[in-house]
């Protein structure tokens, strides 16, 4: 699990290096306009999607596909089920006395 979270968060970093990168690449660029050539002007976006007050679901249902699919990647799954996080202590629980029992814990 680990490693998956280590492999999302190196493309993350990477792809947001591009990112910035490129963003600055054009930011940067001359572009030569004309005297006396019409200004345009920048698209208004609607905050809503055109859907009226439920436009706000569809950027929030984005953030958590995004979220969903990064857990996915590095191994989250649906859970443990079932009593998932209470077997897994307890055999960490039974393998801690068995260490102990044969000389090899940290006492």
Known sequence: MARGFAIAVA???VLGGVAAFAYQAGATAAVPVPSGAPVAYPY?????FGFGF???LFPLF?????????????GGGWGHGQGGHRRMLEEWHREMH??????????
Request: zero cysteines; hydrophobic letters at 55%.
């Open 62 to 74: 984005f953030i958590f596909l995004v979220f969903g699919l990064i857990r996915a990647a590095v």
């Open 44 to 48: 208004y976006w609607h905050p809503f």
């Open 54 to 56: 439920f436009g706000f």
């Open 11 to 13: 493309a993350f970093l």
């Open 98 to 107: 068995e260490r102990q029992g044969s000389g090899t814990g940290d006492r």
